[in-house]
Structure formats: C-alpha cells, structure tokens
C-alpha cells in the first residue's frame, strides 16, 4: 500500500480464544499505584505467544 | 471504531476492537477522517463515494481484511463466561507499617497512619494470617503476588523478613509461587537491604518527585528538611546493584509541577533506566489537585515528553510502554486492575479492603484475617467493574489499554466506583496516543 502502513495486526482478537488464564500480573503492582493502563503488562501465558 | 488522532507528526488509526494500529499519510488520514464524518464507525465499502481519492481503496483493503471497523464481538466470546465469575484473590498490597519517616504533602495515606491517628507496624502474625489467607482464596491460581507497602515498609522490616521467609517455606506444598515487591521512600536503606531487596523482590518501586526542588517541596521528613539528598545517592546503590531485575523509580506531579518532563528527564540524568510519574489523585480542593483547566499543558506535556524521549531510548517511561501485539489478552483488558476481587489490601490491624486507596474507608472494608469475615456483597460489587458496565468506557477508543480506569480516583472525584474521573481519562488517553505514536515512529514508519 501506498498510503498506509500496518504497524500491528488484529492481536485482540487472536487473545480472546487463548486468554483468560488469570496468571499475569495485578496491574497496579507494578509501578503506578494509582491508575491501571494494563496494555503495558506482560502476558504469562506460553500459549498466546 | 476506529479512532485517529495525530501525535508526534505521525498520522495514526487504531482500529479499536481488533487492536490494529494502522500509520497513514496526509492523504489517508483526510479520507479517512472525511469517511467517518459522512457514514460514521459503520461505512458502507461495497461502492466508492464520489470524490474519494485513491486512499480509499487501501481502507477497504483493511476493512476487507478485519482490520478496520471491526464489531467488538467480546460480549458473545465463550471468554466472556469469565467475567461473569468471581476470580480468586491472587495479589495482597500488604501494608506493614502504617507510619512513615516523610510528611508528603499529598499523601493518600495522611502521612501514613490513613487518618486513624495510630502509627503502628504489622505483627509478623498478622502477615502470616495474610499469606495463609491468599494461598486459600487463591484457587488454582499458581502466580501469587505481595507488595509491601505502607506508610513505608521498611520500617517494618523484620516483619518484611519473617513474611518472605515464611511465604518461601510454604509455597511448594501448596503448588503456589510468590512474587514479592515492595515500594519504599528510600530514607531508610542501607547496604544490607539494599542486598536483601535486590536478591528477594521482583520489583521495587522507589519514590521520588524529580527534580530536586519539586521533591522538597512535596516530600519533606517530619522536620521540614527536604528529602532528595538523602535518599537519590541510596537509590542510585541499589539500581547500580541490582541486574537485570525490575525497579522503578516513580514520582507525582501536581499542579505545582506541570512541566513535569524536566522531572521524568532528570530522573534519567540520575542514572534510572525504568520510570514513571503519575498525576496526584486527590480532593479537587487541595492547591495541589489537577483541575480541568490544566489538562491542555499537561497533554502538551506528555508529547513534549515523547519527544523528548526519541533522543533517549535507553528510557523506558512505564506509561508510554505499551505493547502492542504482546500484551494481555483481551480478557485482563475487559476487567482491568481487579481491586476488590483478584487484588485486595490488608492493614496493621489485618483489615481487608479492596486496595490501598481505599484503606480507611469504612463503608468499603471487607472483613478481618483474625474473625474470618469477608463481605461477598462488596467484592462482588467490583468484580462486577468492566468496561461494558463503565457506561463512560464502553465508547471510549481507549477502553482496551486503559481497561476502565482507577475505581478509587473515580470514588474520590466522582463519589461513585462506576464513573470515570474525566481529568485522568483525558490524561490517559493522551498518554495512550503518545504510546503509540512513539511505536510508529521507532518502527521507521514516519516519514
Ligand atoms: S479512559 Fe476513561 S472512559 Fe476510557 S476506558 Fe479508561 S476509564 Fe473508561
Ligand atoms: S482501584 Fe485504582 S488504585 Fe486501586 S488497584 Fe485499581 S487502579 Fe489501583
């Protein structure tokens, strides 16, 4: 394409048959404390790689 | 829904439900833009409109493709049984002392007591009671998580020890794996915790404001001295020593600070590679609190931050650290941070409340480690909390990065669990677009 470029593909919808596993991590953990953007946690689960 | 925006000079789609991100030139990002204006999240692709320019064909290329104007179909997923349930707790904020060595002036915590006028420490029986309790409530859950947290934990630190010690002992028979983390203002570290936190914590999150000026200000000791030359030297020994592992250096910004970038930036001039500053959460009255009227600057801010962070890419600022095909599953994005229901706090007194936000709140205390009580009705209440029953999330563009934002900032702006604090919205979604657009730029897709 001449006018547009893909910088990521349809990975929500890949997730949803996988997910669900519950294993990651509780998103204020982390470092914030005190909001919970959670797109920035990392994915526990070898299956949805 | 598709939602575009324009960040850093790069033009980007985020086809929301599918999570593709698409970068576009001037011209597609017109049509595109011009598309939604006329037809709305739901254009008709079966006949080119008059006028549409040789754009068009590539968006419905994507269209074609699943990867714009996608249906959020989560709500019908065999998934979305799991929202329906109760999920085990699996994650404690463990709030060893309830007294602190700073007088913050923004302190959630009123200095660290939580405004019960005691100062007091936990008793290694309680934290004991504590772990017991997650490894029950637990289920199958394998991966358990403690922070130690305050006031400051490490004025509690044999109890810190005892916790660990007996956690580790503990776990193997249960089939259960700890993973500890503490978040600390630094005064009090020395050698010898730096290398018990190094070796025993999977993270920690050390507290400072920045730049020294504005940490002095805010973080002063109970004797009005600032805090900043005790304890950067200290923190600069434990990043120094501690590997590869996780810490963060985290600070607050407030009103009085709204040039924060210089502070994320000279965090970085100290030597930290992972941090972080949050806007203060607290009662609209204090002079400090973020009011409507500051959201401009500080969005400006925030890509000025971007910005500046191109010319620094050993810095990992944790808002802008999004990972776009790797990161949580879309359930975890529905339900979010799980206060209440995966994740609960635990006071001195063994008090159970559903995060440390809301410690001290009477009407939100869930029960008690020492009568065994647990009050269903009110974890069921946040359990319930996702971003189709946040009226306000369910359109948001945002909803599956943000994952419906902060339930305590929304009781203590809104009065109300549900309804999202439109400041740290506005301020969310500006982050996420940064995020982003700071993505694009570093796949070599600006121009
Ligand atoms: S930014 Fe606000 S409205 Fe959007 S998902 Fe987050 S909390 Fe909900
Ligand atoms: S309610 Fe807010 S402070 Fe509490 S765990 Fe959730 S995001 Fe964190």
Redesign the interface.
């Known amino acids: 394409?001449?006018?547009?470029?893909?910088?990521?593909?349809?990975?929500?919808?890949k997730?949803?048959?996988?997910?669900?596993?519950?294993?990651?991590?509780?998103?204020?953990?982390?470092?914030?404390?005190?909001?919970?953007?959670?797109?920035?946690?990392?994915?526990?689960?070898e299956e949805?790689? | 829904m598709v939602h575009t925006f324009e960040a850093l000079g790069v033009y980007i789609a985020v086809d929301v439900n599918s999570g593709a991100v698409h970068v576009l030139d001037r011209a597609a990002y017109d049509a595109l833009n011009a598309l939604i204006a006329a037809q709305g999240q739901d254009p008709d692709f079966s006949q080119k409109p008059q006028g549409a320019g040789p754009a068009w064909e590539e968006l419905k290329a994507l269209y074609d493709q699943g990867l714009l104007f996608t249906r959020d179909d989560y709500i019908d997923a065999p998934a979305m049984a799991y929202l329906g349930e109760e999920p085990p707790i699996k994650a404690l904020c463990l709030h060893v002392s309830h007294d602190c060595n700073l007088r913050c002036r923004y302190c959630f915590a009123s200095t660290g007591d939580f405004g019960t006028g005691r100062r007091m420490t936990m008793s290694f029986d309680t934290a004991k009671r504590a772990i017991d309790f997650v490894m029950e409530k637990s289920g199958k859950r394998r991966n358990l998580e403690v922070d130690f947290f305050g006031g400051e934990p490490l004025m509690a630190m044999d109890t810190v020890r005892r916790t660990v010690e007996y956690a580790r002992s503990v776990e193997k028979a249960h089939d259960k794996n700890f993973r500890f983390t503490l978040t600390t203002n630094g005064v009090l570290l020395d050698d010898e915790t730096i290398d018990y936190l190094n070796r025993e914590m999977s993270n920690v999150v050390l507290s400072l404001d920045g730049r020294r000026e504005v940490n002095d200000r805010m973080r002063p000791t109970p004797g009005g001295q600032g805090s900043y030359d005790v304890i950067v030297p200290k923190f600069q020994k434990l990043v120094a020593k501690r590997g590869t592992k996780d810490y963060y250096v985290r600070g607050t910004f407030t009103r009085e600070n709204l040039d924060f970038a210089a502070d994320v930036l000279h965090y970085a001039d100290l030597g930290f590679r992972h941090v972080s500053i949050e806007p203060v959460v607290s009662e609209a009255d204090r002079p400090w609190a973020l009011r409507e009227e500051d959201v401009a600057a500080i969005e400006a801010e925030y890509e000025k931050l971007a910005a500046a962070l191109l010319e620094r890419p050993e810095v990992n600022f944790f808002h802008f650290n999004v990972d776009l095909s790797q990161g949580p599953c879309v359930i975890k994005r529905l339900r979010g941070c799980g206060a209440g229901c995966e994740y609960v706090a635990i006071t001195p007194d063994g008090d159970i409340y559903p995060c440390h936000q809301f410690v001290g709140n009477d009407e939100y205390r869930l029960g008690s480690l020492y009568d065994g009580t647990f009050d269903r009705s009110i974890s069921q209440r946040f359990a319930q909390l996702n971003i189709y029953t946040r009226e306000k999330c369910k359109t948001c563009w945002a909803r599956f990065y943000c994952s419906g934002g902060c339930s305590a900032s929304n009781l203590a702006v809104n009065g109300d669990i549900q309804i999202p604090h439109e400041i740290g919205c506005q301020l969310e979604r500006k982050r996420l677009e940064c995020a982003i657009a700071l993505r694009a730029i570093r796949a070599g897709m600006s121009e």
């Open positions: 394409m001449e006018h547009i470029r893909t910088l990521n593909g349809a990975t929500l919808k997730s949803a048959a996988h997910g669900g596993c519950g294993e990651c991590q509780t998103s204020c953990q982390s470092a914030c404390k005190t909001s919970c953007t959670v797109a920035n946690q990392k994915c526990e689960n949805n790689r």
